[in-house]
């Protein structure tokens, strides 16, 4: 049973552009929510990253909007450059234990 | 320069040979962790260390054991080894405490058995 799961699987948009990437989750006592990249032969990097007493996160171009209710996040990527071509990993945590358990990714290519 | 420092990056193995993976880190963390990342699936949480001590188990086969010498030191035992096992196994660490600590990952021991 998958705990995280991620949509789409991949997505390309045009350079500018906002990239928006789904995640959903099962596990009501996840309380953590981090965003990590993954660039081609790199190990994932923490992007951005919220808890749930929190409705949206801001971080520059990169911005989670969280649902507590639906279980439901999503990170837009606004401006998008093709430099933010990446893999993008949404993860979930059970607050105490630092085991992250990931989504199996979104492929996001942005065409210049 | 790097502050998880995996060995080696690259490894080919024959099937039902033993190999190590070294991790060390050096960034005044106390808790550690194994994942393994292959074509077939995502990021996976194997094992997690705190204090050198064994937190949680997240893998069915005893042929992996996790090995802490010292607290900055995390390696991987894989015994009997099987193609299936080919995967990427990143090393990675944080503070303890939880409350959403930020891991850091190494940059990984590419894995093929063959």
């Known amino acids: 049973q998958q705990q995280v799961r991620q949509s789409p699987q991949s997505l390309t948009v045009w350079e500018g552009e906002t990239a928006i990437l789904n995640c959903s989750y099962e596990?009501?006592?996840?309380?953590?929510f981090p965003w990590y990249w993954q660039f081609p032969r790199e190990s994932p990097a923490l992007l951005i990253a919220i808890r749930p007493v929190s409705n949206k996160k801001e971080d520059g171009r990169f911005t989670i909007f969280f649902n507590k209710r639906e279980k439901k996040l999503s990170l837009h990527i606004t401006d998008s450059q093709p430099g933010d071509s990446a893999t993008y990993f949404c993860?979930?945590?059970?607050?105490?234990?630092?085991?992250?358990?990931f989504g199996k990714g979104t492929v996001l290519l942005v065409s210049p | 320069d790097p502050k998880i420092i995996q060995k080696p990056k690259y490894l080919v193995a024959v099937t039902g040979s033993e190999k190590i993976l070294i991790c060390e880190q050096y960034?005044?963390?106390?808790?550690m962790y194994w994942y393994r990342q292959s074509a077939k699936k995502p990021l996976e949480f194997m094992f997690s260390y705190s204090y050198q001590k064994l937190m949680d188990n997240q893998t069915a086969s005893s042929r992996f054991q996790p090995q802490s010498s010292k607290k900055n030191h995390l390696d991987l035992q894989i015994t009997a080894l099987k193609p299936d096992d080919s995967a990427t196994y990143f090393c990675?660490?944080?503070?303890?405490?939880?409350?959403?600590?930020?891991?850091?990952f190494g940059k990984g021991t590419r894995l093929t058995v063959v």
């Open positions: 596990d009501s006592t996840f309380d953590y």
């Open positions: 993860a979930a945590n059970d607050s105490g234990y630092n085991k992250l358990t």
């Open positions: 990675a660490s944080s503070h303890t405490g939880g409350e959403g600590t930020e891991v850091f």
């Open positions: 960034l005044g963390h106390n808790a």
